[in-house]
């Protein structure tokens, strides 16, 4: 896989009163993906968004949708998302018994499959059903809210990811989220990371198309 760029504005930091006009900003600035993080309250201690979401994006942007799924028994959301439109739906293992049939199940619906690991969670959890995923998430902050200061030894996770996936049979996406900025994406993508979600440095900017054309920037990739 090319380890080209690609920015996900995360929607969890975006002003819903002006959803369509900030999603048209990240979409003419150069966003590759809109990101939505779905939270039940159990998982995580927050509560946010849900299928209808992905489907309102969907109305309103020709972008792919990635969903994150931070929730208990995400088998249940397979195919609410599924039907709404995501392009690829992510879950953690801690939150399900059966990782792979979910795995398998994502894939059967056209969603590419992600595994979400926590900064506490070991990459062995990814290693025994790499041939099954098409996207690892590393979160860089513990998961639950936004606007969370990026872990410092998160680089040597993402080594170590890619160094798990260059080992693979297939092409899998690298993703991080969590404290994603101008000032420390470029690490991250030094580290061997190839697709960023990134909230408050992107919405909360005054011009956040600019802002995904200076963080592809600060990865060293022509905008």
Known sequence: MSRGVRIAPSILSADLTRLAEQVDQV???????????????????????????????????????????????????????????????????????????????????????????????????AEEVLDDIDLLLIMTVNPGFGGQSYLPASDRKIQRARALLSGGRRDVFLEVDGGIGPDTIAGAHTAGADTFVAGQAVFGAADPGAQVRELRRRCGVAT
């Open 27 to 125: 979409a003419t600035g150069g966003a590759d993906w809109l990101h939505v993080d779905v939270m039940d309250g159990r998982f995580v201690p927050n509560l946010t968004f849900g299928a209808n979401m992905v489907a309102a994006l969907k109305k309103i942007s020709s972008l792919p949708v990635d969903v994150h799924l931070m929730v208990v028994e995400p088998e249940n959301y397979i195919a609410p998302m599924a039907d709404a439109g995501a392009a690829s739906l992510t879950f953690h293992p801690e939150a399900t018994i059966h990782v792979q049939r979910q795995l398998a199940a994502i894939r059967q619906r056209g969603m590419k499959a992600g595994l979400a690991l926590n900064p506490g969670t070991p990459l062995g959890r």
